[in-house]
Nanobody
Framework: QVRLVESGGGLMQAGESLTIFCVGT???????????MGWYRQAPGRQRELVATITSSGDTNYADSAKGRFTISRDNGKRTVYLQMDSLRPEDTAVYYC???????WGQGTQVTVSA
């Protein structure tokens, strides 16, 4: 069964750092390494929004809110995409979702909560 499984979320304080992970369980290596991967987030009462994407060649794109604080990376051998989040803010509180763009696959999300 193909799944994207996010993990690493938690309760943080403002200013701290956190890295979350997404593993492509059951995803073939060819599909994973050739697909753009993305992180999105959804805060309560708000629409899901883009955080960052990384292409198969490693090109990255960030939402303005993430630029300079977040870093997306990938390890194709491990079928894993990472989101390193530095200088966390309360407004970063959301459920973070992983996306495999080629087939529009989504994970179940991991909760990140940042207290002031």
């Amino acid at each position: 069964q193909v799944r994207l499984v996010e993990s690493g979320g938690g309760l943080m304080q403002a200013g701290e750092s956190l890295t979350i992970f997404c593993v492509g369980t059951g995803v073939s290596g060819a599909i994973f390494r050739t697909s753009t991967m993305g992180w999105y987030r959804q805060a309560p009462g708000r629409q899901r929004e883009l955080v960052a994407t990384i292409t198969s060649s490693g090109d990255t794109n960030y939402a303005d809110s993430a630029k300079g604080r977040f870093t997306i990376s990938r390890d194709n051998g491990k079928r894993t995409v990472y989101l390193q989040m530095d200088s966390l803010r309360p407004e970063d509180t959301a459920v973070y979702y992983c996306n495999l763009a080629t087939y529009d696959w989504w994970g179940q999300g991991t909760q990140v909560t940042v207290s002031a």
